[in-house]
């Protein structure tokens, strides 16, 4: 029964280690998950603010294009008004246009190059804030799983002590067993003498290593605190299974 109680007591302390190593493995990994997805949103943070300031700048260029094609187009008027005054010769005036319409052309399909551009960059900032948004949802999961494996940690902590509480509250001796610092005390010596038969004072102080007075005394002690029983009239001690 000794070795039960012990081999018991040796268990209990190796699960609840085994479960402390497992719980902060486990709480180290999610630690590490949520610290990853926090530079990764610190990340897009950067590049969603970078890609603003891009659209900003193409903006600008657009607004000037725009100013320029709406300042050739009246100096293309003033132009014309001049040809028309001062040039006589019809081809004269068709090279002019020629001109003038692939300069147009020109800015027109520069134009249309940063709108496109534009609009790469706009669903590029879409999808960052998409990415952005998953990655939110994704912390608050982790973040919540986290919390339910703790509650979960939590409850098989308290029951483990309360087994261990209701074990050691029903039987004394296995209390005194967990909770002896040494298998070497005269109580664990006795114990162990008589855990599987009855024996006396006698019988006792051939067996033990205690000194007659000291085990009389001990054996007394002990049955005060229920560890075991004694007869005093029979001198005899025995273990209550």
Do not use: C
Request: hydrophobic share 35%; net charge negative.
């Amino acid at each position: 029964m000794i070795e039960k109680a012990r081999s018991l007591g040796e268990k209990l302390e190796s699960d609840t280690t085994r479960f402390s190593q497992n719980t902060e493995k486990t709480f180290n990994e999610l630690s590490e998950q949520i610290q990853m997805l926090n530079t990764s949103l610190k990340e897009i943070g950067e590049i969603h603010k970078d890609i603003e300031d891009t659209i900003r700048d193409q903006e600008v260029n657009i607004s000037s294009l725009e100013a320029e094609i709406s300042r050739r187009k009246e100096e293309r008027d003033e132009l014309n008004i001049k040809k028309q005054d001062s040039i006589k010769n019809k081809e004269d005036v068709l090279v002019v246009w020629k001109e003038e319409l692939s300069e147009l052309r020109e800015l027109k399909e520069k134009l249309e190059a940063l709108k496109d551009e534009n609009n790469t960059i706009e669903t590029n900032l879409k999808n960052q804030e998409t990415t952005l948004a998953t990655m939110k949802d994704q912390i608050k999961q982790i973040k919540s799983e986290k919390d339910n494996v703790l509650d979960g940690i939590n409850l098989e902590i308290s029951e483990t002590e309360q087994n261990i509480k209701d074990l050691r509250e029903n039987n004394p001796f296995l209390d005194y067993v967990i909770t002896s610092s040494s298998a070497e005390t005269p109580e664990i010596e006795i114990l162990a003498a008589i855990f599987e038969k009855p024996m006396s004072i006698d019988d006792l102080k051939n067996i033990v290593s205690i000194p007659p007075v000291m085990l009389i005394r001990t054996v007394k002690a002990m049955d005060n605190n229920k560890l075991l029983r004694y007869d005093e009239n029979t001198q005899i001690a025995y273990v209550l299974k």
